[in-house]
């Protein structure tokens, strides 16, 4: 595979060669913004678990992980752009650049909410939570991830029809999310901890929105059409 961060040739002669090399750099900036994504389908787990735990050493990891996955935004959005001023794409391959480009800021984003969770252990213990409200929170993280996961898949397989599934199972974690801030607001003198509850209930919802971003660019990759979702 082309190595994203290649030099790249000052005077490219036309042909065939050519072509493939574009290809082959096209695949690898797309493959570079999946590895991005992959990091935060695979840490979110522990740092839900750590999170729950009152385990503090995951926030260096996921503080790590999250500036990893800067880097690999920053290298896609700057090799995104010179592949689209030096080869001009397009139809499909235009389609894929600009989806890449857009979708590299929600990739960010879901590394920086992994992060902020991580670090929340900070401003609470979740030991001293009821044990229904942990659940609760559980629940919502796992299925925030559940969107978000499964909006990478549609990316990664180009499934265009994968957008309205996203959309609905999106709904539920807003209502997830609705239900823990009651509870949370049911906390007896417990201000900080109703304010810490609140923001992460809004990061998991924040992140299945950012799966539902992935499912709406691939339809628009694969149809040409943008499609609306939520309220």
Not at 93 to 104: E, G, H, Q, S, Y
Not at 140 to 150: D, M, P, Q
Not at 184 to 211: F, K, N, S
Request: proline share 5%.
């Amino acid at each position: 595979m082309t190595p994203i961060g290649r030099e790249l040739p000052a005077d490219p002669e036309p042909g065939p060669g050519l072509r493939t090399e574009y290809r082959s750099w096209l695949d690898a900036i797309d493959d570079e913004l999946v590895g991005g994504a992959l990091i935060v389908v695979d840490a979110m787990p522990r740092v839900t678990r750590g999170f729950l735990a009152g385990d503090d050493g995951t926030v260096a990891d996921a503080t790590a992980r999250s500036e990893d996955i800067a880097e690999r935004c920053r290298r896609v959005e700057e090799q995104g752009f010179v592949l689209l001023a030096r080869e001009a794409p397009v139809s499909g391959d235009l389609r894929r650049l600009v989806a890449i480009l857009r979708l590299v800021h929600d990739v960010e984003r879901a590394g920086r909410l992994m992060r902020h969770i991580a670090e929340s252990v900070e401003r609470i213990d979740p030991l001293r939570l009821p044990s229904p409200l942990r659940r609760q929170l559980g629940e919502l993280a796992a299925r925030s991830l559940e969107v978000y996961r499964r909006g990478v898949d549609a990316w990664r397989h180009r499934d265009g029809l994968a957008v309205h599934e996203l959309d609905g199972l999106d709904a539920d974690v807003d209502r997830l999310r609705t239900g823990l801030l009651v509870r949370a607001g049911e906390l007896d003198g417990a201000g900080t901890d109703v304010l810490v509850l609140g923001l992460l209930a809004r990061y998991y919802e924040r992140l299945a929105d950012h799966g539902v971003a992935f499912a709406q660019h691939v339809t628009f990759v694969v149809t040409g059409q943008r499609v609306d979702v939520g309220p």
